[in-house]
């Protein structure tokens, strides 16, 4: 049996990522950005429902650089990836969705070239290099940190310094109408937003932001469960949530979202089944948030009492969980120092959180990822985070 990992990979930067696009290119790049992945801290299935949530940035990130080239005829874009195989050559004129990584380039790209079209002519064409540390479909927002790279170092080429707000939308439509998905705000703008020693906390019906102070060390536990059922769910669950808020505003019109209203309103309600339950999740949870920033704004830690309690309702009430999710939430909880745990992102798979202190996690990790090998016969990659600063342009010229 393969002993489990912690993981240690090489560590992206400025440099390599530049290198590659010399070698992949031959010229050196115009600009370099970069951006995070993120774990949400609680108010799952939120963002979507008009309520709050509490992500941080992590310490893994994606690079992005980039340089213009002039092309005589079909401009295009070329993408190179340190951690994919097949590099892409794509139009940028009438760009069309490929299923494949680059498309997230794409979908940022092409809307940015098309405007700065009129101040710098309509014959650029795009490379860019990519690597990243952040594994893809583990539910750390890879895609959101690629797309909030890219329209930072874009943005930048034209010209036109982005900030992290306008990044954040333009990833968010880039996810939304050009790879279609029907996400919610909370990774592009956890990515884009996230300071350094602060959670974000994201008011998703104004789309308000403020960061509270969060000093905890989180560890990711990533299950090794992938979802390939998880966008079918998410778009099931997506509906059922319409259908709740629809019926309760039969009865209260005014209802500005599904996370608006009072738990005791959906109690009352008597909605049909999984909708109550769709309905009382998001209720409570985003009142979680609530109580959560109102901690941290105290200076105070977050306590077990919400952090599981986040996890129960996504088990018993959102049903988005799984055995090895629960499972190991319940293992990390009997540690020693370890304040709570949950499962964070869309669930089905993917990641938990266990937050606590950071000489605690370290010690109890081993133990996890032994034991849980052994219980599922699945490797976990586990590493710890602080809470990490957003993206940035890190260079340019
Ligand atoms: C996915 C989506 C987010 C959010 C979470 C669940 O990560 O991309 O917008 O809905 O699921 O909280």
Known sequence: ???????????????????????????????????????????????????????IAISRRTWVVAALRESEKQTVLRAVSATEQEACEVPLKGAAKSGRWCDYVLGVAEPLLRRAAAELGDQLSLDVAVWSDIPPGAGLSSSAALEVASALAISSLLGHEMDARDAAMAAWRAETEFVGVACGIMDQFASALAREGYALHIDCETAETDHAAFSDTVLIIDSAVRRSLRDSRFNERKVECAEALSLLRQRWPSLVSLAAAEPDQVLAADLPQPLDRRALHVSRETRRVREAITLLRAGQPLTRELLVGSHDSLRDLYECSRPELDWLVQRAIGFPGVRGARLTGAGWGGCVIVVGDSASLQSAQVELARDYQSRFGLTPQLWSTAASPGARVERTG
């Open 1 to 55: 049996m393969m002993s489990p990992v912690t993981v240690a990979r090489q560590t992206p930067s400025a440099e390599s990522v530049s290198k590659l696009f010399r070698t992949h290119f031959g010229r050196l790049p115009r600009v370099v950005a970069s951006a995070p992945g993120r774990v949400n801290l609680i108010g799952e299935h939120i963002d979507y429902n008009g309520g709050e949530v509490l992500p």
